[in-house]
């Protein structure tokens, strides 16, 4: 069965950094593409980060680029994701997500449950 | 404003059948980048519902299909159930922007 929990999120004032992570479970973590998706509560998906299944391949959404970093760890089943000079709007619950193939630019068939992120004074 | 287009919602009956589309444009779905659809249901992480336009993921329902055309998309749900209500997102790939991108949710209603 494949598992993904997520965990790091938290309150954190503006301007901070937070580390979020993934542990995956239950597949061959290093034959898949994995993901960073965001929903504000209420809201819709936004994608915010993608990465290959060896890491020679990243993206970013043009709201994060620049301040968040997507990385993972193949020997730990791991997946991160840096996110520095956070503000406001970055308040989300933060879902981790397994992708269809190796490529990042595909969907994806399992999602953890997500861990909240609070951007705020 | 999403890059893929969606109504925001649709209702039916149960019983019924409902088709959900989802626009886009020479950039994504026009390029010929594959469409996934998922269902949030209220508290929950998406689930996938079809992937590559038209293909059920095991232990998804025949129930949803998908269909294609040009720069859009379509999902169907027949024979709706009550616990068809939620939200319900296409995804797909842009190449100008580099980025997955997601329609804005359509939520359905089964009345």
């Avoid at chain 1, 929903?39 to 299944?53: C, M, N």
């Avoid at chain 1, 060896?54 to 970093?69: I, T």
């Avoid at chain 2, 039916?12 to 020479?26: D, E």
Wanted: glycine content about 12%.
């Amino acid at each position: 069965e494949v598992q993904l929990v997520e965990s790091g999120g938290g309150l954190v004032q503006p301007g901070r950094s937070l580390r979020l992570s993934c542990a995956a479970s239950g597949f061959t973590f290093d034959d898949y593409a994995m993901h960073w998706v965001r929903q504000v509560p209420g809201k819709g998906l936004e994608w915010v980060s993608g990465i290959s299944w060896n890491s020679g391949s990243m993206g970013y959404a043009e709201s994060v680029r620049g301040r968040f970093f997507i990385s993972r760890d193949n020997a730990k089943n791991s997946l991160h994701l840096e996110m520095d000079s956070l503000r406001a709007e970055d308040t989300a619950f933060y879902y981790c997500a397994k992708g269809l193939s190796r490529s990042h630019f595909y969907g994806s068939d399992y999602w953890g449950q997500g861990t909240l992120v609070t951007v705020s004074s | 404003q999403s890059v893929l287009t969606q109504p925001p919602s649709v209702s039916g009956a149960p019983g019924q059948r409902v088709t959900i589309s989802c626009t886009g444009s020479s950039s994504n779905i026009g390029a010929g980048f594959d469409v996934h659809w998922y269902q949030q249901l209220p508290g929950s992480a998406p689930r996938l519902l079809v992937y590559g336009n038209t293909n059920r993921p095991s232990g998804v329902p025949d129930r949803f299909s998908g269909s294609e055309s040009g720069t859009s998309t379509s999902l169907a749900i027949t024979g709706l159930q009550a616990e068809d209500e939620a939200n319900y997102y296409c995804q797909s790939y842009d190449s100008s922007l580099s980025v997955w991108v997601f329609g804005g949710g359509t939520q359905l209603t089964v009345l």
